[in-house]
């Protein structure tokens, strides 16, 4: 089965619906069920498959195509959002993880490239996320910082006062922390080991960053040994 595009109405969503079912694999919708929990039905497409219907639909007007969407299929929401950053509309975006992102598959799928052409402006959206109490708001936030703000080393002072701000109940969200901390250990060691020296961060994203960064084969051996003394008792 396929599907087609040629105008944007109800008839053409429901078309694409029927093609996204149509490519339902039940061995790997068993496979991401064990690793998401989501209020959305799993139909089980692979990642692949995903990113190539993206690449099919990207220059349809998103946001007019979506608005016919029931939002009931995991594939379905996850298409949507990967293909939103094409609108370079961070409140959008914002938007829409704040409304239909439930899990952490989703939100690791965003992406905003078009914040680099002005990091210091977005980056004030992004404090906002950070502490906005929702969990999939917040996990986002972290996840761009990690993707777009670790070039240089012109922002790690203000990451590290947003990761050490307050502390979060949100397991997902203090997994995110810990793999931006974790990322810069690796690429700014010298400016790493100086916070994580004053640093008064929760013990579990602490030596959750700490674990993951001895784990990378990017940081040397000696590093390594040196890390472990800062775990937290």
């Keep these: 089965m396929d599907f087609k595009l040629n105008e944007i109405n109800r008839d053409s969503y429901d078309s694409f619906i029927r093609y996204l079912i149509s490519l339902k694999d039940i061995k790997n919708q068993i496979f991401v069920s064990k690793l998401i929990k989501?209020?959305?039905i799993l139909l089980g497409i692979k990642s692949g498959v995903?990113?190539?219907i993206c690449k099919r639909i990207n220059k349809i007007d998103i946001i007019s195509f979506f608005k016919f969407s029931n939002n009931k299929y995991y594939e379905e929401v996850i298409i949507e959002g990967i293909l939103l950053e094409k609108t370079e509309?961070?409140?959008?975006?914002s938007n829409y993880v704040l409304n239909k992102v439930d899990n952490w598959g989703i939100c690791d799928s965003l992406k905003a490239g078009f914040i680099t052409k002005n990091l210091s402006f977005y980056f004030e959206k992004i404090e906002y996320l950070c502490s906005s109490n929702e969990e999939y708001l917040e996990r986002f936030g972290f996840s761009l910082?990690?993707?777009?703000?670790?070039?240089?080393?012109e922002y790690l002072e203000r990451i590290f006062e947003l990761i050490e701000k307050k502390s979060s109940s949100y397991y997902y969200v203090n997994m995110m922390k810990s793999w931006l901390l974790a990322d810069i250990i690796v690429k700014f060691e010298?400016?790493?080991?100086?916070?994580?020296?004053r640093s008064t961060l929760d013990k579990w994203t602490f030596n959750k960053a700490i674990s993951k960064a001895r784990d990378s084969f990017r940081v040397r051996d000696e590093l390594k040994i040196y890390l472990k003394s800062f775990k937290k008792k």
């Excluded at 509309?89 to 975006?93: A, G, L, Q, S, V």
């Excluded at 910082?145 to 080393?153: A, E, I, V």
């Design 145 to 153: 910082l990690r993707m777009y703000y670790l070039k240089t080393s």
């Design 38 to 40: 989501t209020r959305y």
């Design 190 to 197: 010298k400016e790493a080991l100086l916070f994580l020296n």
């Design 89 to 93: 509309d961070f409140d959008i975006i």
């Design 50 to 52: 995903i990113r190539d």
